[in-house]
């Protein structure tokens, strides 16, 4: 069973042959244009025929957009992640208010589906698990714990410092 328009292809075939008709007739009766006149009132009349058909209690379905928490897979995806990265290390601010909380969802997710683990319910956890029990990585949690508070000077202050990025994102693939 098909949906749409793709079932709709005979009566479309119809529609447009019906259109040439009427246009040729205007052509070889008084011109080019009166077959201009007709074609554009063709397509004025096919437009009110498609409104007549929409529902109009009916609500447009909602865009989804899934490039808010994650990167697109569209070359634009990959440039605007690129400049997360980047603003992030510059300023405090840009790695709180954008990079933080995709890492931090990501971070979650890992923890869910490969440890069982739930961010929100035990973080205490989470950060045993993201650490791993060694002294060295206990930095990690400081940036990406979910009960960080944003500093009210963050954006003159610097970011997160390029290594610990590097590191932290390591950590997260390793999860």
Do not use: K, Y
Request: glycine share 8%; hydrophobic share 50%.
């Amino acid at each position: 069973m098909r949906t749409g328009w793709q079932g709709a292809g005979r009566e479309i075939t119809i529609a447009a042959l019906l259109v040439l008709a009427l246009t040729a007739g205007a052509w070889a009766l008084a011109g080019p244009a009166a077959a201009g006149f007709t074609a554009v009132c063709c397509a004025a009349a096919s437009l009110l025929a498609l409104r007549a058909l929409i529902d109009p209690h009916e609500p447009p379905p909602a865009a989804h957009f899934s490039h808010e928490t994650g990167p697109s897979l569209i070359f634009f995806g990959f440039w605007r992640t690129r400049s997360d990265l980047s603003d992030a290390i510059r300023s405090l601010s840009a790695w709180d208010n954008a990079l933080r909380p995709r890492l931090t969802n990501l971070f979650a997710a890992r923890l869910a589906e490969r440890h069982g683990i739930s961010l929100a319910a035990d973080p205490e956890a989470a950060r045993r698990v993201l650490t791993g029990g060694r002294h060295d990585r206990s930095e990690l949690w400081a940036w990406i714990d979910p009960q960080r508070q944003i500093t009210p000077n963050a954006g003159s202050l610097p970011g997160i410092p390029r290594s610990v990025l590097a590191a932290l994102i390591d950590r997260l693939e390793r999860l």
